[in-house]
């Protein structure tokens, strides 16, 4: 009998019991918004900002409404003019483009490695050729590029660099978490990301005046002194006549739920690790299976497990997708010419010019995707290796 994976994909852990409390106490106060405090209160929102940048050793920190709108915010803040070539990773998610057309800028994507990272020579290439006002790089999936070697290309170039984090919270490359090589970074904290509070995220920096216009930007009117993490009033003093209001704070609820998560990300990324590493296992042993390199100085927090089958027709990685989810096993496969639930490609998104990436093509008509939520346990991740292996050797 072949055996079955029951669990679901999509289901997160519970909020900690300390954040249902947090959060009641939020309900029960009624003062929900974040600039709704009592004399001499510090709201739940400034708490967290100021523990958020704890964790990353940044000078300031802003929460906002989702990890999409940190992006966009990130760039209105860096004063990236409409027009203008915006780097990124032909291998991201959709929010990724989305925000650098926003700001209706163009975004240029750069090639991907079989080991899933943004291609540097292609990088360099482009950085060369073209006008470039900055990179918008996407650690997609938690793996992470050489990061002296970016840096040194926008370095060069004078391209600033903008991170999404939105698959690193809590990795770091070296000694330094992921985050902190860019001019800004940006997190996102939706349900299927590293800590949950439905929709929310982060935008960090140490750039006083990039913060104070990202504090206006978010929507603090003139209650931006009251930001813990936020720059002096006297970087304010022009910036706040001059930028403009595109609402999207984080509030007092949200951030009550997120703030035991936060302490908690060191012990949920060993968590995931380990079942993370129980997937590499037994795939490495698996012919014709590839696997992305990870090089020493990465340190991921892998909340989701891929794999390539280079060798194998379009037609057989479809029936190996059927195959295993006829046992329980949700694989996302982002070899598919139509856009299907969070998974889309460079060349869905048709509000941007057609690029020729030949080589990210290659690498996504054979890259298979799967999610590991804490609520899988390891016995879990065996049983998924070996469907996902017995379902491979049946070709
Ligand atoms: C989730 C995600 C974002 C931001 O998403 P929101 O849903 O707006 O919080 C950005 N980049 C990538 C790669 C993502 O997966």
């Known amino acids: 009998?072949?055996?079955?994976?029951?669990?679901?994909?999509?289901?997160?852990?519970?909020?900690?019991?300390?954040?249902?409390?947090?959060?009641?106490?939020?309900?029960?106060?009624?003062?929900?918004?974040?600039?709704?405090?009592?004399?001499?209160e510090i709201s739940q929102t400034n708490a967290l900002e100021l523990e958020f940048a704890q964790t990353l050793g940044a000078k300031y920190c802003l929460a906002v409404a989702s990890g999409g709108y940190a992006l966009s915010c990130?760039?209105?803040?860096?004063?990236?003019?409409?027009?203008?070539?915006?780097?990124?990773?032909a291998?991201?998610?959709a929010p990724v483009p989305g925000a650098i057309a926003s700001v209706g800028a163009h975004p240029i994507f750069v090639e991907t490695t079989e080991d899933l990272v943004v291609d540097l020579?292609?990088?360099?290439?482009?950085?060369?050729?073209?006008?470039?006002?900055?990179?918008m790089i996407s650690h997609m999936r938690g793996h992470i590029a050489e990061m002296d070697q970016v840096v040194e290309i926008c370095e060069r170039h004078n391209i600033t660099l903008i991170e999404d984090c939105a698959h690193t919270m809590g990795a770091y490359w070296g000694d330094v978490p992921s985050g902190r090589h860019g001019q800004v970074a940006c997190y996102s904290t939706q349900t299927y990301k590293h800590i949950n509070s439905g929709e929310g995220g982060f935008l960090i920096t140490d750039d006083p005046e990039l913060m104070a216009r990202a504090i206006m930007l978010s929507g603090s009117y003139m209650l931006y002194e009251t930001h813990q993490m936020g720059p002096e009033a006297h970087v304010f003093?022009?910036?706040?006549?001059?930028?403009?209001?595109?609402?999207?704070?984080?509030?007092?609820?949200?951030?009550?739920?997120?703030?035991?998560?936060?302490?908690?990300?060191?012990?949920?990324?060993?968590a995931w690790?380990?079942?993370h590493d129980i997937l590499v296992k037994a795939l490495e042993r698996v012919n014709d299976v590839h696997l992305a390199f990870r090089p020493s100085a990465e340190a991921y927090v892998a909340s989701s497990f891929q794999f390539r089958l280079p060798s194998?027709?379009?037609?057989?990685?479809?029936?190996?997708?059927?195959?295993?989810?006829?046992?329980?096993?949700?694989?996302?496969?982002?070899?598919?010419?139509e856009p299907v639930g969070y998974t889309s490609r460079h060349d869905s998104w048709r509000y941007v010019a057609a690029q020729d990436c030949p080589n990210t093509n290659r690498v996504l008509?054979?890259?298979?995707?799967?999610?590991?939520?804490?609520?899988?346990?390891?016995?879990?991740?065996?049983l998924i290796a070996e469907i996902i292996s017995e379902e491979i050797a049946a070709r």
């Open 91 to 93: 291998f991201t998610l």
């Open 121 to 135: 020579a292609d990088l360099a290439q482009k950085a060369e050729s073209l006008d470039v006002a900055a990179f």
């Open 312 to 337: 194998w027709e379009e037609d057989e990685i479809a029936r190996l997708v059927t195959r295993c989810a006829d046992r329980g096993v949700e694989l996302k496969w982002f070899g598919k010419s």
């Open 1 to 40: 009998m072949k055996r079955r994976f029951d669990g679901v994909f999509t289901q997160q852990e519970p909020i900690p019991e300390a954040g249902i409390d947090a959060a009641l106490e939020v309900l029960r106060s009624g003062r929900l918004h974040r600039y709704n405090v009592l004399a001499g």
């Open 365 to 382: 008509s054979t890259l298979l995707d799967m999610r590991i939520p804490l609520t899988f346990s390891e016995a879990d991740c065996h």
């Open 237 to 270: 003093k022009d910036i706040r006549w001059d930028t403009p209001n595109n609402s999207g704070r984080m509030d007092n609820l949200r951030a009550a739920i997120l703030r035991p998560q936060l302490a908690a990300l060191p012990e949920k990324a060993a």
């Open 273 to 275: 690790n380990a079942r």
């Open 74 to 89: 990130a760039l209105k803040a860096l004063q990236i003019p409409a027009g203008s070539n915006v780097l990124t990773n």
